[in-house]
């Protein structure tokens, strides 16, 4: 059983482009969330997504950040016009459908895309 | 005060060492606690949950004081393998994770 699937692994950007980051969940897993983690900094929350539907995006910067979950394929994230403080390290966790007797739904961590702006 | 915070380190000890960590936290209405492990330009993979009664696991243990906000994680006979960077993890509801930065362990031949 593939764990969560992330690419690209390392991806680099100029100043202005356009990028896309995928995310494909493990099998079986329905909700699909994104962190940022900025060097030396913990890992942020950005958006809770499940099939089709954005569910939670708190964390998500209001300009140029955007995710998917679309009915088939994996979970892209894209980020335009990139800046040089968007450098960080992307990683997408996955979870199965929640179980109702738990008042947590343990998330299984992708290796993560590592972004770097020029 | 920020969410979850943590000595940054970083700890070194000698192979056999027994080394604590410990975490605050400010949001008294979180539910779930754990520890993770990150290692250098890896994922953050599980290590333990956290429980007031306190859990242990193998050479790991994990305590939680919910009066004092406070959670410990104590290594014994350290091992070279657990050098990596221990995070203290926080949830409120039923996904969305609160992170500390980190608390850097290396052990030490």
């Known amino acids: 059983n593939a764990g969560v699937m992330q690419n690209p692994r390392h991806l680099v950007r100029r100043r202005g482009q356009e990028a896309r980051l995928r995310c494909s969940p493990m099998?079986?897993?329905?909700?699909v969330y994104w962190y940022r983690q900025l060097p030396e900094e913990g890992l942020k929350f950005m958006v809770y997504?499940?099939?089709?539907?954005?569910?939670?995006e708190s964390g998500m910067p209001k300009e140029r950040f955007s995710a998917e979950f679309p009915k088939e394929g994996p979970s892209i994230l894209r980020i335009q016009q990139v800046v040089r403080g968007d450098s960080a390290a992307y990683f997408c966790?996955?979870?199965?459908?929640?179980?109702?007797?738990?008042?947590?739904?343990?998330?299984?961590f992708g290796p993560g895309t590592r972004l770097t702006v020029l | 005060r920020k969410e979850v915070e943590q000595d940054p380190g970083p700890f070194n000890v000698p192979e056999g060492a027994t080394v604590a960590f410990n975490c605050t936290y400010s949001?008294?209405?979180?539910?779930?606690f754990f520890w993770y492990r990150q290692d250098c330009r890896k994922e953050p993979k599980l290590l333990m949950s956290?429980?007031?009664s306190g859990n242990e696991d193998g050479r790991f243990t994990a305590q939680l004081n919910r009066a004092s906000q406070y959670i410990s994680l104590l290594i014994r006979d350290s091992k070279l393998s657990d050098s990596a960077t221990y995070l203290c993890?926080?949830?409120?509801?039923?996904?969305?994770?609160?992170f500390g930065k980190g608390t850097k362990l290396s052990v030490i031949p």
């Open positions: 966790a996955s979870s199965p459908p929640r179980d109702r007797g738990s008042s947590y739904n343990e998330q299984f």
């Open positions: 099998k079986g897993h329905s909700h």
């Open positions: 997504l499940q099939k089709e539907n954005i569910i939670d």
């Open positions: 949001n008294s209405a979180s539910q779930s």
């Open positions: 956290v429980y007031s």
């Open positions: 993890v926080l949830a409120s509801g039923s996904y969305q994770l609160t």
